[in-house]
């Protein structure tokens, strides 16, 4: 599943009609973190992009938002979910600020096959020197 945050339910529910008007269904639960929408991570390549432009234009509105409002610096968190090998899900901390430049240069999908390979790594290490693999 492809998870995406948001901090405002009015941003979810934005993120929700946006999907149902594209027949793109997903999921909703509460996090320690704020509001999470699943989307199946095998849709077509097409669907999960426009999945992730929704996503990253309703993010710039809400930062925007944050910009604007005085109180934002008393809301700053980010995280990247993860699904261990064994089911467990586990959203790791990181700087927004971080986490805003690394997405200003790869895309979501990068981002999480790259999270995906380092998952792999740590849970299935492999010993062999580098150039034997």
Known sequence: MLEYIFFHKLSLDQFIEQLEQRSIPCEVRDDEMGLVAAVADDLDE???EQVDEIYEALMDTTRKLFDDNEKANEIHGAA??????????VDVLVSPELLNRVLTVISYEELNELVEAIVEGVENPDHRPFCQR
């Open 46 to 48: 097409a669907l999960i």
């Open 80 to 89: 990247i979910g993860i699904t261990l090998k064994n089911g467990n899900n």
